[in-house]
């Protein structure tokens, strides 16, 4: 392995989970190492873009995500207001990993990734960090910021020619129901489409940035999409930023995008 990224934006340790991965798993003493900590539930799809680059300047290199998110360590008992109660039964524990590979393999090639940050929601998603440890605040208005980012995912999607409002697959950051139906609405997508995101949502709730993550994994699990199906993925986080990357389903290990 050439590089691991860990991401966690539920729990802190010094040393990183990266070189505890090193020590444990045998991976080279010249393992790179990134961890990811203040992207929130936009990290996952964050680090997949940066193993992209990665690999996209050294071909031959193999990148480890492993994303670890503990949200019921951020519960707070005295938080009664209703946006900690929502966060409170929104968000979820889980933990993912993923291999990216410079040169073959099978999953998702991918082509191009981009970042797109909505102006002043520096305080819409945030830690309040007081004597009793990280509080969640959570702004009412989150749910409804889809719209701002639907252009920049056509754009993205529109630089080689693709139509966002017309891929094979979404992998979508699970943020809620009303995140999930806003973006197919401003997408023209059909709401079936993100299924995988929504499963995720269903069966652990909001795991922050290992959604993205699961949702790729319940992809292939299905056996859907095609080879060389086009595809878009997408996370969301604090900022309120959005980390999106095109790809295409890669069912042999005998092509190259």
Request: charged share 20%.
């Amino acid at each position: 392995m050439d590089v691991i990224i860990h991401v966690s934006c539920t729990g802190f340790m010094t040393p990183s989970l990266t070189a505890w991965l090193i020590n444990t798993m045998g991976f080279g003493l010249g393992t790179r190492q990134i961890p990811m900590a203040q992207l929130g539930c936009a990290a996952g799809g964050a680090a997949i873009n940066r193993t992209h680059d990665f690999c996209s300047a050294h071909p031959e290199g193999n990148a480890l995500i492993v994303a670890c998110e503990f949200c019921s360590l951020c519960y707070q008992p005295t938080d009664l207001g209703v946006g900690s109660l929502l966060s409170n039964g929104l968000f979820g524990d889980g933990i993912a990993a993923v291999v990216v590979r410079g040169r073959g393999g099978e999953g998702v090639s991918l082509e191009r990734n981009g970042s797109y940050l909505i102006p002043k929601t520096e305080e819409w998603i945030m830690y309040d960090v007081r004597a009793t440890g990280f509080h969640f605040l959570l702004d009412k208005r989150v749910p409804s910021t889809m719209e701002p980012p639907a252009p920049a995912l056509q754009e993205l999607a529109g630089a080689p020619g693709w139509d966002a409002s017309d891929l094979d697959f979404y992998i979508i950051h699970a943020g809620g129901p009303r995140i999930l139906d806003d973006l197919s609405k401003f997408l023209r997508v059909d709401p079936h489409a993100f299924r995988f995101s929504r499963a995720t949502l269903t069966e652990y709730g909001n795991i922050a940035g290992a959604v993205v993550l699961d949702a790729l994994r319940r992809l292939f699990d299905e056996g859907g999409a095609q080879d060389r199906a086009r595809g878009l993925l997408a996370g969301f986080g604090p900022g309120i930023t959005a980390e999106t990357a095109l790809g295409r389903r890669r069912r042999t290990d005998r092509w190259t995008a």
